[in-house]
């Protein structure tokens, strides 16, 4: 093709734009009706109303290596709407998000000091900000020590209320290898095995001075049959081989094993764990849920 274009504004003309309208509507802010702000009976109050999928860059430290890393996390924030109040300010809440986390490491304690301002931008009694972010960590192979990076899924979820405190859970989902004690039972050689997922959620107490990214991980690697690692040369595929076939597990006894850990943890107040199997002879996965509160 060779031919002169239009300009740009002809093209898009051509293509179906139009010039703005003058408009009977106000346009500045202060003459602009504020039907959130209307007050009125709404019948319900709401427990929880905001947005979610909203993506932003957080900076986190941690306890492996490395300890400050920038990693992209979702949040989704949210509060409690009393009846008399038709909508909440949605936009002030990712005007506080960028406020506040361009100056602040995202943490539990953080997150805590952030779900307070958002009741009080929004004059409410509650709020919740839950986020989910991977967390990266050096991994060294077993027996060659070749380093590389692996990372695990966290979500940190911070709930604020006024007359009740703060309650903070951290949830991470580590990936490990399971190897089947029945398989290995019953055959002449070898067991099937398979990547597993460990979901650990904990309520954990607010002051704990606790990396609880790393105390999750720690709970579901050192119970698994075997780490997963991100490079292997033969002595360490021979070391991990020869480690799962020693230490092998069913779901029931991850999840029971990893429960006795998170049990040991005075600062865990309750916790949730699910193993789950991408099973290697089936097409179907095996699960296994348990849930523990000490405060029953
Ligand atoms: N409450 C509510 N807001 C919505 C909804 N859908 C979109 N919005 C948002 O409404 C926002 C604008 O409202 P406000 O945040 O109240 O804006 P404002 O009143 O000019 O802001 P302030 O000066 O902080 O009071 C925009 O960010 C929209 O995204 C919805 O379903 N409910």
Redesign the pocket.
């Known amino acids: 093709m060779n031919r002169q274009l239009p300009p740009k504004a002809e093209r898009h003309r051509h293509f179906g734009s139009v010039e703005p309208i003058e408009g009977l509507k106000p346009k500045e ?1 202060e003459k ?1 009706p ?1 039907l ?2 209307k007050p009125d009976d709404y019948y319900f109050p709401i427990q929880k ?1 905001g947005i979610s999928k909203v993506k932003y860059p957080v900076m986190i430290e941690s306890a492996l290596v490395p300890t400050t890393q920038t990693t992209t996390a979702e949040f989704a924030m949210t509060t409690s709407l009393d009846a008399e109040f ?7 809440l ?2 506080q998000l960028h406020l506040f986390f361009q100056t602040h490491l995202l943490s539990i304690e953080t997150l805590r000091e952030f779900s307070a301002i958002l009741a009080r931008e929004m004059k409410q009694k509650a709020s919740n900000v839950t986020v989910t972010f991977p967390w990266f960590f050096t991994k060294t192979s077993p027996s060659m020590n070749k380093e590389g990076m692996a990372h695990a899924d966290v979500t940190l979820d911070v709930s604020f209320n006024e007359e009740t405190g703060y309650t903070s859970k951290i949830t991470l989902v580590a990936a490990v290898t399971t190897l089947c004690p029945c398989s290995k039972e019953i055959s002449e050689y070898s067991a099937h095995n398979q990547r597993g997922f460990v979901t650990m959620s904990a309520i954990v107490d607010d002051h704990a001075d606790v990396d609880w990214k790393q105390a999750l991980l720690e709970a579901a690697e050192s119970n698994a049959s075997s780490i997963l690692y991100p490079v292997l040369k033969r002595p360490d595929e021979k070391a991990v081989t020869e480690h799962a076939y020693e230490n092998p597990r069913f779901v029931e006894d991850l999840v029971r094993l990893v429960a006795s850990d998170l049990y040991e943890n005075e600062a865990i107040r309750a916790f949730e764990i699910e193993c789950r199997n991408e099973e290697s002879i089936h097409q179907h996965d095996a699960i296994a849920q348990l849930s523990f509160s000490k405060e029953k």
Do not use: H
């Open positions: 802010k602009m504020d959130q702000n109303v038709k909508g909440i300010n949605m936009s002030r990712t005007e």
